[in-house]
């Protein structure tokens, strides 16, 4: 449902990213997918874990100099930083990595935006909803990295705190309400698949401070931003993310099922509720599996926060120490096991999967085109260089010995 062919081209990414998982490595494309095999030839995710293996997102408003923290930071800990995506991320990541045009990138524009926020061809709620989009996309791959490799990853902003700019766009009068109600509901079929960071550190600088350094340092159309939208942002982050962000959400403890059937649901469900310890789950009779009346938890929520203003953020050293002291010991997270981990591992890798999450049947007409040029846009985007058929098997790309993969 996104605009031009973001829908179609979304999930068409996710398919050169990773193709369909692997069942069996037989090619050099297969020994580099993690697969069902994998596992049951014994490889885990936990063995490769150590003290930095960690999900950290970087947060602040707008000129905070939360890139700068966060590429330090990553540096210092030995982490893989991720730069904070843009509305050309999937194009950098797919393909051969050449900036597509706005059609095939969610159709939006983010100069438009600041320079006609209140256009009315619906720009606006375009960039956000694609910008959550590959926020989630991005995030997708930094799970994907760190449940591969081990090492951790340090990111600027998150599908988790994206919202800050569509409350910030609503109550600047930026889009209607029903791209809010539209927003929510793509955000509430996709979030909680996914564990949230073990830690997010706020940059705490003034909006007015922000406002003022970039109309001295930022770019010409950045300039045009206007203050009461970034205290808005300010506000929202304050009010509504940082405490969410740290809250567990408790769900409905499971019901008595069978035991095949309850096996089957806790490893198919694992990314999204809490496994139950052995405590509380204990089998009834010889084909019933219950567990006590202890709720389970959602991945809304519930990370470590550190918040610094914009000179503490500076001393990377104070803040690595900081991160030291803290336990680490928060649900969701230290609810995982190898389980939880193979299948989050697997959904993660198939970005086309992670596409579908955001792509739901429903009409609003800042996203929505014809039929006609939806397919237009859709084969036009396919004729492009390297994103025709999955990675690997572009000849028109310089791929070789396409048929003995």
Known sequence: MFSSAASRGLRLTGKICSGRVAQIHVSSRHSLLYGYWAYVLGERTTKRFGPNSKIITVDGNLASGKGQIAKKLADRLGMRYFP???????????????????????????????????CPDGNSYRLQSWM?????????DALEHLLS??????????????FVFLEAMYKNGYIRKQCIDHYNEIKGNSIDEFLPPHLVIYVDVPAAEVHKKILERGHTSEKKVALPYLQSIENTYKESFLPQIRIEILKPPLKPVSRLSAEKKLLLQGRRLAIPSEENLRLKGPHELVTDNKPSLSYAGNSEILKYTGNEAQDVEKVVEDIEYLKFDKSPWTEQNDVTYHHLRMFVEDKDKVASLITVPSYIPEITIGASEYDSAYYQYRSLPGRKYTKGYNADIGDKMIWLK
């Open 132 to 140: 959550y989009s590959v926020r989630l996309m991005q995030y997708s």
């Open 84 to 118: 904070e995506a843009d509305e050309h991320y999937l194009d950098k990541t797919t393909g051969d990595g050449s900036i597509l045009p706005s059609k095939f990138s969610g159709n939006c524009s983010l100069d438009k935006f600041y320079d006609d926020p209140k």
């Open 149 to 162: 490799t081990g090492q951790g990853a340090v990111l600027e902003r998150s599908p988790f705190s994206d």
